[in-house]
């Protein structure tokens, strides 16, 4: 992969993390607001699980840019 389009896939993936993480944040939120009124759906109590598993895996991949990176450049790829 270029470097330019390594940083086109970096620039997409970080702003899909950022969305993911506002939808996480949704589930969550609405998690609360349906244990306040009884006891919710078991779909609702897991429904913040898929984004949390979207989040570990970009957000894991994000972290090892940097280093992947400082890598490449040192062996001249």
């Known amino acids: 992969m270029s470097r ?3 940083i086109v896939v970096s620039s997409w993936l970080r ?3 950022r969305w993911v993480s506002i939808a996480f944040t ?3 939120i609405a998690n609360f ?3 306040a009124k009884g006891t919710p759906p ?3 109590t897991y429904s913040p699980l ?3 598993g979207v989040l570990l895996l970009t957000g894991l991949y994000l972290f090892a840019l940097p280093y992947t990176m400082k890598s ?3 062996s001249g790829a």
């Open 26 to 28: 949704a589930t969550v």
């Open 33 to 35: 607001v349906a244990r």
């Open 42 to 44: 078991p779909w609702v």
């Open 15 to 17: 702003q899909f993390h």
């Open 72 to 74: 490449r450049i040192r």
């Open 4 to 6: 330019a389009k390594g």
């Open 50 to 52: 898929l984004p949390l």
